[in-house]
């Protein structure tokens, strides 16, 4: 294991580079000429493994049409992609759908788990979390014919950055039917103690739900400890699966009989599922809560990405992200700190997930600047520089020379050649 005995240098970056296990999984892995790319928690680098695979797939259409779909392997293609997601959670491949969207995926589990009653109806969030998970959430209240202001109850962050797990168990009440929270804070990348939280919701006989978005690819699972009742999550951040690639979910065993609350085809068992019955006949399974036919051309890339991961592992992955980030914190406090910038993020390794939170007062303009550097970061309001130095390729002297150029900037204050007005997409 590489030391946490950082020092400043450039020899030094790269020392630690040589010593890197993963440095050969680098070159899978398509650099942007020109570019330092520190954005993976946004979206992840083309892998040449993804290429093949989406290649491969074309070449199954052209050569086969139709016929594609009598093959056991493509007529279940998703059981390829769980098989290869199910060692990131710990979960077993039956439990795991690669299906829709984070959000259409939120409603399908929303649909099926949220039963309100008289007396148990509400629905716990969190004030920290990203505004489409809420989104869901206040539409299946009002769907529900209830009023959000009565039957969403938000747990408030402290500090404005983190969540206290005291404070999400105090909350689950009696009134309250069903918890969604984020594994991983999108601006904070504090990372939520999943399971001392699930037990308690299991404990009290509240559903319990996970947005895996930023922890997926990054950190580890323990699915068997942690035993939520469903569990959603992109695929286009760390697994790399390409911009709006299909999405994953997760449905705990025990509720395979369960009906799926939003019914589709591609749900339906596969012995009766060509035989076009209006009569639904869920798959006993996860995939009966697929909607819509397999996203082939989506689903193609995740499979080639995911055999990176299987190759590499998550142990070695966790080990590297969490070694990386402490460097990149390392000099932001010894080199960056007197130029107004501070970490944001939790900074105990069980706390944190892969991305390291820079603040300061300029950020969007700072992250402006960086962009005209170019290097990819991205931003977060109010004040927040998501960095991403991602294990499997981003090095140790690319975050070295990331710190050059946030020194340099903030020293000649190079931001203030840009507006604060906000873009599009930053």
């Excluded at 520089?385 to 140790?396: D, E, K, T």
């Amino acid at each position: 294991m590489l030391s946490r005995e950082f020092k400043d240098g450039l020899a030094f970056a790269q020392e630690m580079d040589q010593q890197d296990v993963l440095r050969p999984i680098r070159d899978r892995f398509y650099q942007i000429p020109g570019e330092m790319y520190m954005d993976g928690n946004s979206l992840g680098l083309c892998s040449k493994d993804a290429e093949e695979s989406l290649i491969s797939m074309l070449e199954i259409w052209k050569n086969e049409g139709i016929k594609l779909w009598n093959h056991p392997k493509h007529f279940r293609y998703t059981d390829v992609i769980a098989k290869l997601t199910a060692p990131l959670l710990n979960a077993d491949p039956l439990e795991i759908v690669t299906v829709g969207s984070t959000t259409s995926n939120i409603h399908q589990c929303l649909a099926t788990f949220y039963h309100p009653t008289e007396k148990k109806y509400k629905i716990l969030v969190d004030d920290l979390n990203f505004p489409s998970d809420r989104y869901a959430v206040d539409s299946m209240v009002m769907l529900k014919g209830l009023k959000v202001e009565d039957a969403v109850k938000v747990v408030c962050s402290r500090d404005g950055r983190t969540l206290s797990e005291d404070d999400i168990i105090e909350a689950m009440t009696d009134d309250v039917a069903l918890v969604h929270l984020p594994s991983v804070l999108y601006r904070s990348s504090q990372l939520v103690d999943m399971e001392k939280v699930s037990k308690a919701a299991r404990e009290r006989g509240i559903i319990i739900g996970w947005d895996l978005c930023h922890s997926v690819g990054s950190v580890p699972h323990d699915f068997k400890a942690i035993e939520p009742d469903y569990a959603v999550w992109c695929t286009y951040k760390y697994l790399s699966a390409g911009p709006g690639a299909v999405a994953g979910m997760y449905i705990n065993k025990k509720y395979f009989s369960t009906r799926p609350g939003l019914a589709g085809w591609w749900g339906n068992k596969d012995e009766t599922q060509f035989q076009l019955s209006h009569t639904f006949e869920h798959q006993q399974d996860a995939t009966g809560w697929q909607v819509g036919s397999p996203h082939f051309f989506s689903m193609a890339p995740l499979a080639g990405s995911l055999k990176i991961y299987e190759e590499v592992g998550m142990e070695k992955i966790r080990a590297k992200s969490l070694h990386i980030t402490a460097y990149l914190m390392y000099l932001i406090d010894t080199r960056l700190s007197q130029y107004g910038y501070s970490v944001g993020n939790p900074r105990e390794d069980d706390r944190r997930g892969g991305h390291v939170s820079l603040e300061h007062d300029d950020a969007y303009r700072i992250c402006i600047a960086l962009k005209n550097n170019r290097i990819i970061p991205d931003f977060r309001e109010p004040n927040v520089i998501r960095l991403a130095p991602v294990a499997l390729y981003n090095s140790y002297e690319e975050v070295y020379q990331l710190v050059n150029v946030l020194e340099k900037i903030a020293a000649n204050k190079e931001y203030e050649n840009f507006s604060s007005a906000r873009a599009l997409v930053v």
